[in-house]
């Protein structure tokens, strides 16, 4: 498998965590707040 194929794929998955993650804490602390 080609190296640079593996590491854009990884950045992408790294990156779709980041954003699921990210929605996630938004929604916790919007819930906390009120």
């Given at each position: 498998m080609n190296p640079a194929f593996f590491?854009?794929?990884f950045k992408f998955i790294l990156k779709f965590i980041y954003i699921n993650v990210d929605t996630?804490?938004?929604t916790n602390c919007t819930q906390m707040k009120e």
């Open positions: 590491l854009l794929i996630v804490l938004r």
